[in-house]
């Protein structure tokens, strides 16, 4: 068990569908990052939340639109993705961001299948 | 740009060791993980290193030299377990760790 958790963990959704991935933490961190995992690629970080503060988007389109309503937990939502959004989505926290020794911690991710 | 380089499959034999090398060309250095992935799971925390050297764990290793950007995982005593994907991760100057595309490691028996 990592202390972080992730629901749904498989998720299949039209193009016109909405959808929101939930992640919570259990490990009284405070920065929590949303990344996307697509097969034989590098981990692309999308958002990261510190102290419930959005501190990096990085130009991830506005079809994806993320929530921290306090520091355990982060949403993802979802709205008239496209098939390339195919992918694992990994939720992390750490203690806190701007911390070189910072070890981010992940949750098993959520498999979004886009048809 | 930024870049972090790994080898995409490696293969060894069970009881065996095995090194997973890493390099890596960052803007500024502020310490250099690895990750440990199964299939279908989270990725783990293995190790950190940030000053030169080697850091040993149990049966893992892990070696940095920052004059020529490159690490290594050392995994002795190779286990059916230990088939999974390894990630090698540097934190850069602004903290935002860069990722590489992962090792997938293949014990056989």
């Known amino acids: 068990e990592t202390g972080v958790t992730q629901t749904p963990r498989h998720l299949v959704m039209g193009m016109t569908n909405k959808k929101s991935l939930k992640c919570e933490q259990h490990l009284g961190h405070n920065a929590m990052y949303w990344y996307k995992q697509s097969a034989k690629k590098p981990l692309e970080l999308m958002f990261v939340y510190n102290f419930k503060e959005q501190t990096e988007n990085n130009s991830v389109p506005s079809r994806f639109s993320p929530e921290c309503p306090n520091s355990s937990h982060l949403f993802l939502h979802l709205h008239t993705l496209q098939p390339e959004d195919s992918a694992l989505y990994l939720c992390?926290?750490?203690?806190?961001?701007?911390?070189?020794?910072?070890?981010?911690?992940f949750g098993p991710g959520t498999r979004l299948t886009v048809l | 740009g930024q870049n972090i380089d790994q080898p995409t499959e490696m293969t060894a034999t069970e009881g065996a060791i095995v090194q997973i090398n890493c390099t890596y060309q960052t803007s500024g250095f502020n310490g250099l993980f690895w990750y440990q992935q199964h299939a279908g799971e989270a990725p783990t925390f293995l190790s950190y290193?940030?000053l030169d050297g080697l850091e040993e764990k149990g049966r893992f290793s892990s070696f940095l030299s920052r004059s020529k950007g490159y690490s290594y995982l050392l995994l002795k005593e190779l286990q059916m377990k230990d088939s999974a994907s390894y990630l090698c991760?540097?934190?850069?100057?602004?903290?935002?760790?860069?990722w590489g595309a992962g090792t997938k490691l293949i014990i056989k028996p």
């Open positions: 992390a926290s750490s203690q806190e961001r701007g911390l070189g020794a910072d070890t981010q911690y």
């Open positions: 290193n940030v």
């Open positions: 991760a540097v934190k850069d100057s602004n903290y935002q760790l860069i």
